[in-house]
DNA sequence: CTCTTAAATGCAAGTTTGTTTCGTCCAGGA
DNA sequence: TCCTGGACGAAACAAACTTGCATTTAAGAG
C-alpha cells in the first residue's frame, strides 16, 4: 500500500533521478551530484524505501542471455467482466511467470499482457492454458516484438 | 551488445533469480543461499554485468508517488513502413522520456507503446506532439490502464 | 522581534559489505 | 604423469553503509 502524497523536494527526485539509472552509486557520489553529505543521502533513500516511493531495488536482465529471447504482447478480451471473474484473471496472469506484466486496461481490450518465452512453442503451450483452458477468454490478439526498442520502468521525474 | 552464448550454470541462474527480486542482498547472503563463498558469487555478478547478462542495476520508483499515476498502452500504425520511417519513429520514441517502453512489433499494429503521464492532459498533449505532427502516423489506438496488476522485468529462469 | 521547537544537516566513529590477494583444488590435454 | 587454465575459499584489505551527536535551519508562538 504505497503512500502517495508524501512531498519529494528537489533532492529527492535528484536522488531518484540517479537510481532510475544506476542504483549501485555510491551514496558520496550521489552526494556530490546534488550537494548533500552521504548520510542525508542515506536518509532519504530509506525514508522512501519506507513510503513506497521507490518500490525495490533490481537486476534487469537480458533476455535473450538466459533463453528467453522472444517478446510478446497480448491483448485479452473477456465473455463476462462479472468482477469475481475479472480478479480471477488477475491472479492467474499474476502467478505465471512467462508474464512479465499485465495491465487491466479500458478499451477495446481487458487486458494487456507482456510475455517472456523462449521460442512460439512455449508461446503456443501458454495460450493453450492461458487462454483456451479458460472458458472467460472470448478472444485474444498477438503481437511478437521484433525490436526491443525501448526497455525500462524509467519514470518521468517532474522538473 | 550482448554476449548471449555464454554459458550459464545453475550457480549463476540461482543468483540471478536472488538479484531480480532485490539486487541489494548482501553477496554472502547470497552466497549462503546458493552455497558459495561470497567471493565466487562477487566475481560471477561482475562476469555477468560485464557479458551483458545483467543489463542494468535499478530502483523501481512508483509512478504514483511522483505524480504520474496514469499509464496508458498505445497501438501505432504507420503509413509508410519504409525502414528510414521506422528508424525515424524509433528514435523519436525512444527520446520521449514518457515513453516507458516501447516495441517494434509484428501484426494489426507497427509499435507498441507503454506511456506514462500525470494526468490525461499530458496524454493529449503527447499524442500531439508524437502521432498527429507526425505525418507517418496512420492510426493509433489508446487503452487506459484501470490497474497495474502485474509489473516488472523479471524473466523467467529456467530451471 | 525573540524564543521555542521540530526537522534536517554534517562530521566522525563504528559496523557491515565489497574487493583483492594468494594458495589450493580440480579437470582437460599433451 | 605432468602441465595448464579456471574457479574456489580464507583472510586481509578497502570501501561503503549506518549511527550518534551536536549544530543549523525554518516556522510558528508569544
New binding site residues.
Partial sequence: MPALPSSLDS?DLAILAILQRDNTT???LI?EAV??????V???I?RMEQTGVIAGNVAVVEPAAVGQPITIFVEVELESERAELIDAAKRQFSATPEVQQCYYVTGEADFILVITVADMGAYEALTRKLFFDSNNVRKFRTFVAMDRVKVGLTVPLPV
Same sequence: chains 1, 2.
Fill in positions: 533532492f555510491p551514496q558520496r552526494g550537494n548533500l553529505s552521504a548520510p542525508a542515506q536518509r532519504r530509506k
